[in-house]
């Protein structure tokens, strides 16, 4: 569709509250000046993103010397919520707060879950509703 971000293209920025910690931000385009980031798009009711969550943790650690940098953009879901969600379902990467949606549709989103691999310095090389198979691949 036109409103989807395609390969090639630099991804749009944004900054979003950090679910842990209210003070803290984060916005894309500083991260990705340093390292390539995979952003994944859920919902705590969206069963496939809850089916991801153990191999993000898994990619969180594989992945941290080559400075991929994961985060779980939840999308339209309160702070609270997604808390009591993580005492069953731990999540070893910083999950964001798209709490009105407007960053998924900055992504043209038009389902979850939905991933989107980022090299370093912003351009977009991967977009899909399933995760990439080897981001290590994708990282080099």
């Not at 984060?26 to 969550?53: D, N, Q």
Request: aromatic share 10%.
């Amino acid at each position: 569709s036109a409103y989807q971000q395609s390969v090639g293209e630099t991804a749009p920025d944004f900054t979003l509250a950090a679910l842990n910690d209210q003070n803290k931000t984060v916005t894309l385009s500083e991260v990705t000046k340093e390292s390539p980031v995979l952003l994944v798009f859920w919902a705590t009711w969206c069963p496939s993103c809850v089916e991801e969550i153990p191999l993000l943790n898994e990619w969180s650690k594989k992945y941290k010397d080559a400075g991929l940098q994961i985060f779980g953009v939840n999308v339209q879901e309160t702070r609270g919520r997604i808390l009591d969600f993580q005492k069953k379902h731990p999540m070893d990467y910083t999950v964001l707060l798209d709490e009105d949606g407007h960053v998924a549709d900055k992504f043209g989103l038009v389902g979850l879950p939905a991933a989107v691999m980022l090299a370093k310095g912003g351009e977009i090389i991967y977009y899909g509703f399933g995760l990439p198979e080897s981001p290590d691949e994708l990282i080099r």
